[in-house]
């Protein structure tokens, strides 16, 4: 049954004239018959019925929560082990992995092209950023921070020469990383097509960037109508950013939903904290009659009142006839706080795509329950990967390849695919093992029953399959040369050394008697 809109009867008409406080009643109460009980909106359940654009909500509140978020990893130990716990798992210690795969036209991949390519990115990836300060892993963690605490985050691509900028290694290609700040929300102008600082065409692409020429933050007494902006087109600026809506221009952060418990949490433990302080210092009243006298020796305070500091083993003998002395007990520790925090960041783990073993730092449990608890948060951990990586690593990684070509540092075989020469396969962190045995076994039978290869393995464990081939090849033959068995399982065994001739062994008798 599809629900329409009530429209008023001969009854309510004639009710209007008789009784319209009792007409209008019941018609407000026929219509609401005429509505999905989800969107009834009910003394008990207040509903949100704001159907405004993606673009007007984001707007009013992106910057406000942005601020608050980077207040909270500045003042919340839990918010700060929420960001470094994603970062890890998402990122990683090294930074999203790339492995080159250009394929000829046959679709074979090129090895030698891709190790050229691979040698060249490990030296662009010491020094990528335009302050020299941070290596590729450090640049991929900065800049996931923006993605996920702030939202969104850009990153500028200059490539060839650049006035007053020198290139940290031969690729001339360098990245400077903005903040969110610096291209200002409120910057909005339909005549041509700008809205919150981006300009895009008319099916809502981005075309350019209106960046200010000086963080807001830094602006003093100006403020951000005193700063200039620059019009930065979208070949040169990329922008990363979380977006829950259609049509969404802006981002908003990725813990949005979480701001109220993470709050709520910091101020439990706050108040937990000072009343179990108080409870440790052991605070007292005393309880007097009004026409008691104090004791001559008692201190005063300014209102002319006995005052006592209490101190750890302290015997005050100030005490006057009728005074009596009542403990303040806080009842603290709390014996349920445990428990209430446990079960908050339960919740939080749930808003935040983050593993609550993670949180919580509890890793009791059956290996069973571990390992299911790994698989279902490193799903979540994936999908962010390859957000980031599409959003972020992949205009870098195109940049990075025009660079090369632009400065001449490779020759491209003739039976290279065009199309193909940006292709690579990009790797987060490798899902860590609850029980590396267990582990070991189920790769051993997949490899056996051909349910899986080495590539695919090694490239899941986060290594690179040619490399790690390689580095086994030279292992087995550095091994034979030094005659060193190889034991392991399927590995061909090197041959013993050649017994010694009788000959030899006489010599070697009248070398050691000599």
């Known amino acids: 049954m599809t629900a ?6 001969w009854w309510d008409y004639a009710m209007s004239y008789i009784a319209p406080d009792y007409a209008l009643r019941g018609f407000r109460a ?29 707007g009013a509140s992106a910057e406000k929560v942005r601020n608050y978020m980077r207040g909270a990893e500045r003042d919340y130990d839990l918010f700060r082990g929420i960001l470094r716990t994603l970062e890890r798992n998402v990122v990683g210690a090294e930074g999203i992995q790339i492995e080159p795969m250009p394929k000829d036209r046959n679709g074979k991949t090129l090895t030698k092209l891709a190790d050229q390519l691979m040698l060249l990115f490990r030296e662009w990836s010491r020094r990528p950023d335009v ?27 200059l490539l060839g020469a650049v006035p007053y900028l020198t290139h940290g290694t031969r690729v001339p290609y360098s990245i400077e990383l903005l903040e969110a700040d ?60 979380i977006r829950d809506r259609l049509h969404q221009t802006r981002g908003i952060s990725l813990f949005c939903s979480i701001i109220n418990r993470i709050e709520d949490l910091k101020d439990t433990e706050d108040a937990e904290r000072i009343a179990a302080r108080i409870n440790a210092s052991i605070a007292a009243l005393v309880k007097r ?25 302290q015997i005050w003998d100030g005490a006057a006839p009728g005074d009596d002395f009542v403990v303040v007990d806080t009842k603290r520790p709390n014996p349920n706080l445990a428990g209430f925090l446990n079960d908050q960041t339960r919740r939080v783990a749930a808003g935040s795509e983050v593993g609550h073993s993670s ?19 490193w799903t979540a951990y994936r999908v962010l990967t390859r957000e980031f990586v599409a959003q972020f690593v992949l205009p870098v990684w195109e940049n990075f390849i025009s660079a090369v070509l632009a400065a001449g540092l490779i020759e491209l075989p003739a039976e290279l695919d065009p199309l193909t020469l940006a292709h690579a396969d990009f790797r987060g962190p490798a ?84």
């Not at 159907?51 to 007007?56: H, I, L, N, S, T």
């Not at 039978?445 to 086994?472: F, H, Y």
Request: aromatic residues 8%.
């Open 4 to 9: 329409k809109a009530y429209s008023p009867s």
């Open 30 to 58: 026929r219509a609401s018959y005429a509505q999905y009980e989800a969107a009834k909106n009910t003394r008990l359940r207040k509903r949100t019925r704001d159907g405004r654009a993606p673009d007007v909500i984001a």
């Open 131 to 157: 302050t020299a300060q941070l290596d590729w892993g450090a640049m991929c963690r900065r800049a996931f921070r923006c993605w996920s605490r702030d939202g969104e985050g850009f990153a500028q691509h």
């Open 182 to 241: 610096l291209v200002p929300v409120d910057y909005d102008d339909d005549a041509r097509r700008i809205r919150q600082g981006v300009e895009l065409n008319a099916w809502g692409r981005a075309i350019a960037f209106h960046v200010y020429k000086q963080h807001p933050g830094e602006a003093g007494l100006l403020g951000s109508r005193g700063l200039g902006t620059k019009r930065v087109g979208a070949d040169r600026l990329s922008h990363f950013a």
């Open 289 to 313: 009659e009004p026409d008691a006298t104090t004791s001559p020796g008692a201190p005063k305070s300014e209102a002319g009142r006995p005052t006592f500091m209490f101190e750890h083993g």
């Open 359 to 377: 949180i919580s730092r509890n890793y009791d449990g059956t290996y069973s329950a571990q390992r299911q608890e790994l698989v279902e948060i």
């Open 431 to 514: 899902m860590p093992w609850i029980d590396p045995k267990k582990e070991w076994e189920a790769i051993e039978i997949a490899l056996r029953v051909r349910g899986s290869s080495l590539t695919k393995v090694l490239r899941e464990r986060g290594e690179d399959p040619w490399q790690m081939l390689e580095q086994i090849r030279d292992e087995r033959e550095v091994m034979e040369d030094y005659r060193i068995p190889i034991t392991t399982d399927g590995a061909r065994a090197v041959a013993p050394a050649p017994a010694r001739t009788e000959d030899e062994e006489g010599t070697n008798a009248r070398s050691q008697e000599a």
